[in-house]
């Protein structure tokens, strides 16, 4: 995800986001993966969260980046969660925005 492709990714979730009532506190988008920190009330379930981020964001980039047709698919079903326990959210947000370079 670079360029037009990651700008309007980065506006997708950031809609997703609000759609759902969950805070974007930290966000990354690097080339092949990106990086979410964010904020939820516990009743809502984080599989619904990504699901809703990866399949609205794939439908509209792909519709929008015709040349994003040629993949197979735009996410894999993996992704990975954490609370923060016993790390602060500082130290999250200084994590993900060293990754906004790599």
Known sequence: MVGRVKERLE?????????????????????????LFISAYPTIPVHKIVRKIKGRSSNVLRKEFP????????????????TIGSVSKETIEKYIEAQKGV
């Open 11 to 35: 506006q997708i979730i950031y809609q997703v986001a609000d759609e759902l009532g969950v805070k974007v506190l930290e966000l990354a988008i690097n080339p092949d993966h990106l990086h």
């Open 67 to 82: 040349e994003l047709l040629k993949l197979p698919s735009l996410w894999t079903h993996s992704y990975y969660v954490s």
